[in-house]
């Protein structure tokens, strides 16, 4: 042991008789499990000759680095999970945020309430046979979709073997359409004396539609049922957690997207308003709502002695636009975290991520733009993923992200191409200033399901964007404390780490690990050309990957040697990237050679490729190493 050192630091002494002693300040399951994953990447890269003498690792910037993965849209069993965790060690992650329900399905086994899977794991076209009707291209089959109580302790006991906490989250109000559609299957199949675990007001006939489409989506505050529902959820969970030898610490509730009018016409809401004397506008009504909701939620934890977590919006006082008053509506004694991922910033709500920590609330960053897993690395219509937030997420842009000065990354342009500054948008908005610095937490990598049909997608959509994410959660860079687009230092930096994650990472991936992660379609130049001919010079993301072309009409594919091909004009061919053993390939960029042109330079893809870049100061010496 060793005092002098910080929270999940640790020192490493090797020794010329090819010894090693690891000490730290404290012998915790996760500061044993940094210093190991630290030590395995050193002896990939040294093998036994790891440099003699006394290294002494870095103190992480942030106690939360996470990666959440959407279980309720398509399904991923255990072993794939667990794979993840194996990933998330090696790049020291140490929360696992599990997504296990939504409006698509609900992927958690609660043994005291069988039919949420029974019914709610399962979409068909017979509402009184499952949860919902059939999603996002989701296969319909009778096998299991969802975790069971034996599989989700197995995961949490892998997950604290590698000092790995994992954190269920239940989404409510919002997002519950398998959940509400299957406690009315089981309350008309109840018997008298049953528990009562309706989610709806069956009285309420509003038409209603969520932002994802969903009619009649939302649970509804108003019903007792609702929070014997949700204690019950959370005692099982806890229940679980206890039996993994990890107990539960946080549970995340979501909050979000509620619609507007959800409980507008339910008389259990009406009697409840009435209560608080409340006269005003619908918007006011549910607001006030979910305020009362939430303060129920928060005297369950305290008892339950749990920490809650929310999406920002379901922290907002919508009358207000600020966040609720934490101490007003939380016990004193209930930690609460709100996830903030807004960074559209032309749609307002960019002061939420500082007016919480402000305010009382522990921040992690999940934000849209830069850290959604599930939008696309290209902006190409081949690419996987939704573009909501932004067109594309770039392994630089997931990089350059500045937790620590929020405004700066505000884009020079908005999501349909109009230019912003930073003085545009913090003039009518003022920008709050962070006053509680000790507030931000730490941050996120979400992965939403739509459109994560497989394991091989989560590959393609995560990797190796996710190793930016962990390299931003250790180390505060210089330039990070800049402002504009592009501060001094930042390409600087984002070379060494495109220079180290191609070194090292992308074999470990491929060879060590067997991640099909994200193939970038090549770039190209003219380097010559005459009337008749051009020779292409390519461009890939990563050292040792290739170029394969093939010509029109023909299926027969050409290495480009050199990253080099000459053409002759007037003819189309197609490029794609090919990875470094040949095994795989990215989708094809066309090209038409033109017949006259005398252009000096193109993209044939009007593709602008990170070409041979990457290494990440978490995954050298330096990232753990003084």
């Given at each position: ?174 997002h519950a359409t398998a959940a509400i559609q299957a406690m009315k299957i089981r309350h008309q199949n109840s018997s008298p004396g049953d528990v009562d675990y309706r ?88 607001n006030t709502i979910r305020i009362e909701m939430t303060k129920k939620l928060g005297i369950m934890a305290g008892e339950l002695n749990v920490s809650l977590a929310f ?316």
């Amino acid at each position: 042991m060793d005092p002098s050192l910080g929270t999940d630091q640790f020192k490493m002494q090797v020794s010329a008789d090819g010894s090693i002693v690891i000490s730290s300040s404290t012998n915790t399951s996760s500061v044993r499990n940094i210093a190991l994953s630290a030590l395995t990447q050193l002896l990939e890269r040294f093998g036994d000759t790891l440099p003699v003498g006394t290294h002494v690792g870095k103190t992480p910037r942030y106690q939360y680095r996470g990666f959440m993965l959407d279980l309720a849209r398509h399904f991923h069993d255990k072993e794939v999970i667990k794979r993840q965790l194996e990933l998330m060690w090696r790049y020291r992650l140490n929360s696992l945020h599990l997504h296990l329900t939504d409006d698509e399905s609900w992927a958690i086994e609660i043994e005291d309430i069988p039919e949420l899977t029974m019914y709610g794991s399962r979409q068909c076209f017979n509402l009184s046979e499952c949860g919902n009707y059939p999603q996002l291209g989701r296969e319909l089959t009778n096998s299991k979709q969802y975790l069971s109580k034996s599989e989700y302790i197995e995961i949490v006991q892998f997950a604290e073997s590698l000092g790995i906490t994992v954190i269920p989250e239940v989404e409510l109000p919002g997002h519950a359409t398998a959940a509400i559609q299957a406690m009315k299957i089981r309350h008309q199949n109840s018997s008298p004396g049953d528990v009562d675990y309706r989610l709806h007001d069956p009285l309420n006939d509003a038409d209603y539609l969520s932002v994802q489409y969903f009619t009649q989506g939302a649970m509804n505050p108003c019903v007792d049922s609702m929070y014997t529902f949700v204690q019950t959820v959370v005692e099982n969970l806890q229940a679980y957690h206890e039996e993994a030898g990890q107990p539960l610490n946080i549970i995340h509730l979501a909050g979000d997207e509620v619609p507007e009018n959800a409980w507008t016409n339910s008389p259990a809401c009406e009697k409840i308003i009435s209560t608080l004397g409340v006269d005003a506008t619908n918007q006011d009504k549910v607001n006030t709502i979910r305020i009362e909701m939430t303060k129920k939620l928060g005297i369950m934890a305290g008892e339950l002695n749990v920490s809650l977590a929310f999406w920002e919006d379901g922290l907002i006082n919508k009358t207000s636009t600020l966040p609720m008053d934490r101490d007003l509506v939380f016990p004193a004694n209930v930690t609460v975290y709100s996830w903030i991922w807004q960074t559209v910033w032309e749609w307002w709500g960019g002061d939420r991520a500082f007016n919480m920590a402000n305010s009382g609330y522990k921040v992690v960053m999940a934000p849209a733009t830069r850290y959604y897993m599930d939008h696309p690395h290209e902006p190409h219509p081949r690419e996987r993923g939704y573009y909501w937030a932004v067109r594309s997420t770039s392994l630089r842009r997931t990089f350059s992200f500045r937790p620590g000065n929020y405004y700066a990354n505000i884009d020079g342009v908005t999501l349909y191409g109009n230019p912003v500054t930073q003085k545009q948008w913090c003039t009518p908005w003022k920008c709050p200033e962070l006053v509680n610095k000790e507030n931000i937490v730490g941050v996120e990598a979400p992965l939403f399901g739509e459109t994560i049909q497989t394991a091989d997608n989560i590959d393609n959509n995560v990797y190796p964007r996710l190793l930016a994410v962990a390299e931003r959660s250790w180390s505060e860079a210089s330039w990070e404390k800049l402002g504009g687009e592009n501060p001094p230092g930042l390409q600087e930096d984002f070379d060494l780490f495109r220079q180290s994650v191609e070194m090292f990472e992308v074999p470990a991936l491929e060879k060590i690990h067997s991640v099909k992660y994200h193939l970038s379609p090549p770039g190209a130049s003219v380097i010559e050309e005459d009337e008749s001919m051009q020779m292409l010079q390519f461009s890939v993301e990563f050292k040792g990957q290739g170029v394969l072309v093939r010509k029109e009409g023909s299926d027969q594919l050409t290495d480009a040697t050199d990253l080099t091909l000459e053409y002759t004009k007037g003819t189309q061919v197609f490029f794609r990237t090919r990875n470094n053993d040949a095994s795989r390939h990215s989708y094809e960029i066309p090209y038409y050679v033109p017949g006259k042109s005398k252009s000096k330079t193109t993209n044939p893809a009007n593709h602008a490729t990170n070409s041979g870049v990457a290494l990440a100061l978490v995954f050298l010496p330096t990232f753990y190493m003084m």
